[in-house]
Nanobody, 130 residues
């Protein structure tokens, strides 16, 4: 059974930084797309970014240049480093795992569509105050 466990999050002031971690267990395929989505109440889940087993990353336009996804394969862990945070980044950040690729404006990358995600974490809250 695949399990995703997130850590990190909390409250930060506008312009600050936060790092989230997500550790996966139970995934047996060497190929994967793993990363983050976010959601605020009464809105649809929104992609943040993904990284694949080769380290190829893709980001949503809203976070490009401010957020960085990295991984430690020895720990089965993916990180989301968020910098220059804005109040509109306030959301529940949810770890996501799948294996679907798609053609994007940035090339052939991990899909950022939520329906291509096979496994989800429970989420961790990030609150950015102005």
């Amino acid at each position: 059974q695949v399990r995703l466990v997130e850590s990190g999050g909390g409250s930060v002031q506008s312009g600050g930084s936060v790092r989230l971690s997500c550790t996966a267990s139970g995934w047996t395929d060497s190929r994967y797309c793993m990363g983050w989505f976010r959601q605020v109440p009464k809105k649809e889940v929104e992609a943040v970014g993904m990284i694949d087993n080769d380290g190829l990353t893709i980001y949503a336009d809203s976070v490009q240049g401010r957020f960085t996804i990295s991984q430690d394969n020895s720990k089965n862990t993916v990180y989301l480093q968020m910098a220059n945070l804005k109040p509109e980044d306030t959301a529940t950040y949810i770890c996501a795992l799948g294996d679907t690729y798609a053609s994007t404006s940035a090339g052939y990358n991990c899909s950022l569509h939520p329906y291509d995600i096979g496994h989800w974490g429970v989420g961790t809250q990030v609150t950015v105050s102005s």
